[in-house]
C-alpha cells in the first residue's frame, strides 16, 4: 500500500504525466544502480545511496537530445506506456546527467510502478542539483526525509528534515510529527535538534521551545529545560501555562 505524506504536495512536481504526482504517497529506502556525478564530500547526504552510476549513450553531454527523449518520455507517460517512458527518461540522463526534470520525471515513473529501490536515489540526485528555492524542491525534501524517517534510516532523514523545515517556516505540523518520530524511536537528540530549528525559523511559536523543554527534561537535561520553558513564557507572558512550567522546574532545581 503507498503512504501518503501530505496533500499540500499535490502539483509541486508539475503536470505533464501520469506519474507526475506519485512521489506524494512516498517512497521506499534502498539504493539503486541508477547514478549520476555527485559530490565526493564526507558530508553529502547522497553518499547514503552509494556509489550511482548511469552508462552513458554518447561521448558527450548533449543537451538537445537529451530534451528530445525526455518529451517522449513524457509522450509514454501520458499513454501510460512506463516502460517506455523510463526507457527516454534514462537516455535523456545518458545525455545529460544533470537533467533535473528529466531525473524527477524518472524518479516519478518508478514510484508509480513500485520500484521504489530505483526511485528513491534519483530523488535525492534532484534535491542535490536543485538549489533554488522551488515547490518540487520543497516537495522532494519533505518527501524524501519522511520516507527515510518511516524506513528508520534516522540518520539521513534529520538532515533533509531540517532542510524541509527550513524551506517551509510556516509548518508547524511536520515539526510535531518528526520530533515525536525520533523521540519515539530513541532519537532524542534529533527531536531536540528538530525543535531547536522549528524555534530559530519560527520564533513566534512557543509551542516549539515547551516541547523542546519537555525533551530535554525527560533527558535529565534540567538547566536546558529550564531556558526552553522561560523562552516559551517569555514569548506568550499571558499563558499561565508556560509560567507554570517555569516555576515548577525553578522549584525542582532549587532543591
Not at 504536495?9 to 529506502?29: D, E, Q
Not at 501520458?78 to 516502460?83: A, F, P, Q, V, Y
Not at 530505483?118 to 524542491?137: D, G
Amino acid at each position: 500500500m503507498k503512504r501518503l505524506i501530505t496533500f499540500e504536495a499535490v502539483s509541486l512536481f508539475g503536470k505533464g504525466s501520469t506519474a507526475c504526482a506519485c512521489l506524494l504517497c512516498g517512497i521506499l529506502a534502498a539504493s539503486s544502480s541508477i547514478g549520476f556525478a555527485q559530490d565526493n564530500s564526507a558530508n553529502s547526504v547522497l553518499e547514503r545511496y552509494g556509489n550511482l552510476e548511469l552508462t552513458r549513450e554518447g561521448p558527450t553531454i548533449d543537451a538537445d537530445l537529451a530534451r528530445k527523449m525526455f518529451r517522449r518520455g513524457n509522450t509514454y507517460s501520458t499513454l501510460e506506456r512506463h516502460e517506455e517512458a523510463i526507457e527516454e527518461y534514462r537516455k535523456a540522463i545518458s545525455a545529460d546527467p544533470n537533467f533535473s526534470d528529466a531525473i524527477r520525471s524518472l524518479a516519478n515513473t518508478y514510484y508509480f510502478l513500485e520500484r521504489y529501490d530505483e526511485a528513491k536515489p534519483l530523488l535525492a540526485r534532484y534535491i542535490e542539483l536543485e538549489t533554488t528555492p522551488s515547490a518540487s524542491l520543497i516537495a522532494a525534501v519533505q518527501t524524501l526525509g519522511q520516507l527515510e524517517r518511516q524506513d528508520g534510516n534516522f540518520n539521513t532523514s534529520i538532515e533533509y528534515d531540517i532542510r524541509a523545515i527550513e524551506l517551509v517556516p510556516n509548518d508547524d505540523s511536520q515539526v510535531h510529527i518528526m520530533a515525536n518520530t525520533y523521540n519515539n524511536n530513541g532519537e532524542a537528540d534529533k527531536a531536540i535538534r528538530v525543535y531547536q530549528t522549528a524555534a530559530t525559523v519560527m520564533p513566534q511559536n512557543a509551542f516549539f521551545n515547551r516541547s523542546l523543554g519537555r525533551i530535554l527534561e525527560q533527558q535529565g537535561r534540567y538547566e536546558e529545560a529550564l531556558a526552553a520553558y522561560r523562552d516559551a513564557a517569555a514569548k506568550d507572558p499571558d499563558s499561565d501555562f508556560y509560567a507554570d512550567l517555569v516555576a515548577s522546574m525553578e522549584r525542582r532545581l532549587s532543591n
